[in-house]
Each structure stands twice: as structure tokens, then as C-alpha cells.
């Protein structure tokens, strides 16, 4: 079960970075509170479903990959480490964004929880369940989020790059571990 902890706070740490970006804008067309209560539905929501459908595709394919597992997994984590230490050193889109819609909540919430897809996959080497561990990702999500809008109106964006750094950091170790388990 740590494990799952750990997958779902570093899988969070996209959409606390976007949280803490849409916090910090000035210029915001939505109340804080409200803000932070629809980031948290938005980015939890997809973050909790997007790790159920690698799992499922991921079980489809395990009868023909079943000896590589430990290496996809591996492999698909360490990209997506790789990918959010990247994002994390370079400028976000939230802040080109000038309203904060439904439509907006929308395509942020997918492309944050597009890693979470693929980190579902690794499920299948945890010995939980699946629904559980997915539950799990979308509450710390959830509340990650929620947290992130108010950071961001506090502090500004300073904090936004180093939580995708630190994602980055904890999934390419969990992925490690996956060699090993």
C-alpha cells in the first residue's frame, strides 16, 4: 500500500503544479475557494479513472508481455519521471491561459492525467486493488489540488516547477523498484 501512496502523490504532482499556476493568476475569473474545490473535482476525477484504463488495457496485453512486465513498467514510469522533471524545468501552459472555464478544467484535466494512464499499467505488479489504488489517486489528487490553488494565490508560482521535479524523482524510483519486485 505504500506504494500506492507514493504512485498517487507523485502522479499528483502535474495537476498541483497546474493548481498552483491557476492559483497564482491575478487576473482569475473564479473565486479561490471555488477554484480550488473545481480543480480538485476536475484533476481528482481523471486522475482516479486514467489509471483504470491502463490497467484494463494493461491486462488485455499481459498474456502476450507477461515476462516484460517488471521492464514496461519500468520503462513507462521512468518516461513519465523523465517527461515531468522536463516539464517541470520549462514554462507552463496555465500561463498562457486568460479564463478559467469548464472547457479549460477540461483539457488540463486530461493532459495531467494522461502519465496516470500509463502508470496504470504498473497496478498489475502491485498486489492491491486495482479500484482501491485508483480511489487512493484521485482523494490525494484531489486534495493536492485543492491545496495547490491556495498555495498559488499565497506564494506565486515559485513552488509550481519543483513539484513537478519531485513527481518525476519518486516515479522514476517507484519504477526502479519495479525491477525488483
Same mark, same amino acid.
Given at each position: 500500500?505504500?506504494? !500506492?501512496?507514493?504512485?498517487?502523490?507523485?502522479? /499528483?504532482?502535474?495537476?498541483? =503544479?497546474?493548481?498552483?499556476?491557476?492559483? /497564482? %493568476?491575478?487576473?482569475? @475569473?473564479?473565486?479561490?475557494?471555488?477554484?480550488?474545490? %473545481?480543480? *480538485?473535482?476536475?484533476?481528482?476525477?481523471?486522475? =482516479?479513472?486514467? +489509471?483504470? !484504463?491502463?490497467?484494463?488495457?494493461?491486462?488485455?496485453?499481459?498474456? &502476450?508481455? #507477461?515476462?516484460?512486465?517488471?521492464?514496461?513498467?519500468?520503462?513507462?514510469? *521512468?518516461?513519465?519521471?523523465?517527461?515531468?522533471?522536463?516539464?517541470?524545468?520549462?514554462?507552463?501552459?496555465? %500561463?498562457?491561459? #486568460?479564463?478559467?472555464?469548464?472547457?479549460?478544467?477540461?483539457?488540463?484535466?486530461?493532459?495531467?492525467?494522461?502519465?496516470?494512464?500509463?502508470? *496504470?499499467?504498473?497496478?498489475?505488479?502491485? @498486489?492491491? @486493488? +486495482?479500484?482501491? =489504488? #485508483?480511489?487512493?489517486?484521485?482523494? !490525494?489528487?484531489?486534495?493536492?489540488?485543492?491545496? *495547490?490553488?491556495?498555495?498559488?494565490?499565497?506564494?506565486?508560482? &515559485?513552488?509550481? /516547477?519543483?513539484?513537478?521535479?519531485?513527481?518525476?524523482? !519518486?516515479?522514476?524510483?517507484?519504477?526502479?523498484?519495479?525491477?525488483?519486485?
Amino acid at each position: 500500500m505504500t506504494e !500506492v501512496l507514493l504512485l498517487a502523490i507523485a502522479l /499528483s504532482m502535474d495537476a498541483f =503544479a497546474v493548481s498552483i499556476g491557476l492559483g /497564482s %493568476k491575478k487576473n482569475s @475569473n473564479i473565486a479561490s475557494f471555488d477554484l480550488a474545490l %473545481k480543480a *480538485g473535482t476536475f484533476f481528482g476525477f481523471f486522475q =482516479a479513472i486514467m +489509471p483504470i !484504463v491502463g490497467y484494463l488495457g494493461g491486462k488485455g496485453l499481459l498474456g &502476450w508481455i #507477461c515476462s516484460y512486465t517488471h521492464w514496461i513498467s519500468f520503462g513507462l514510469l *521512468g518516461l513519465i519521471g523523465a517527461k515531468m522533471i522536463y516539464e517541470g524545468m520549462s514554462e507552463g501552459v496555465e %500561463k498562457e491561459i #486568460c479564463y478559467i472555464t469548464n472547457k479549460v478544467m477540461l483539457l488540463l484535466s486530461i493532459a495531467t492525467s494522461i502519465d496516470a494512464m500509463a502508470a *496504470g499499467f504498473s497496478l498489475m505488479l502491485l @498486489n492491491v @486493488n +486495482p479500484f482501491l =489504488a #485508483c480511489f487512493i489517486i484521485g482523494i !490525494v489528487t484531489f486534495m493536492f489540488s485543492f491545496i *495547490g490553488v491556495f498555495v498559488g494565490k499565497l506564494s506565486g508560482t &515559485w513552488l509550481e /516547477s519543483k513539484a513537478e521535479i519531485f513527481g518525476g524523482i !519518486v516515479l522514476i524510483a517507484i519504477g526502479f523498484r519495479m525491477l525488483f519486485y
